[in-house]
């Protein structure tokens, strides 16, 4: 099972950025597509981005287009989300998730314990 371990939330203000970073430890990692997920209080978990074994395809959930970017560097065994223009509904916990295969077509099977973001107006 791949284990995995969030890093890099905290406060900004809106219009500000941060890099959340996702260390992969286990077993072959690298292999797997990841993605990013998110939960606001009072709101159910929603996925923000997603990206294929070896980086060549990704999703971006219609809010953060163009705001976040994801990537990943299998020789470090890192996933990190780029926010960018960040406003105060990015607030939220933010989770890294491994899924069972390759692409995301696959169940998820791993997940981090999660980081808070908070964007203050």
């Known amino acids: 099972q791949v284990q995995l371990v969030e890093s890099g939330g905290g406060l900004v203000q809106a219009g500000g950025s941060l890099r959340l970073s996702c260390a992969t430890s286990?077993?072959?990692?690298?292999?797997?597509?990841m993605g990013w997920f998110r939960q606001a209080p009072g709101k159910e978990r929603e996925s923000v981005a997603r990206i294929n074994w070896n980086g060549g395809s990704t999703y971006y959930a219609d809010s953060v287009k163009g705001r976040f970017t994801i990537s990943r560097d299998n020789a470090k065994n890192t996933m990190y989300l780029q926010m960018d223009s960040l406003k105060p509904e990015d607030t939220a916990v933010y989770y890294c998730a491994s899924y069972a295969g390759s692409t995301w077509f696959t169940s998820l099977a791993s997940w981090g314990q999660g980081t808070q973001v908070t964007v203050s107006s």
């Open positions: 286990g077993r072959t990692g690298r292999y797997y597509a």
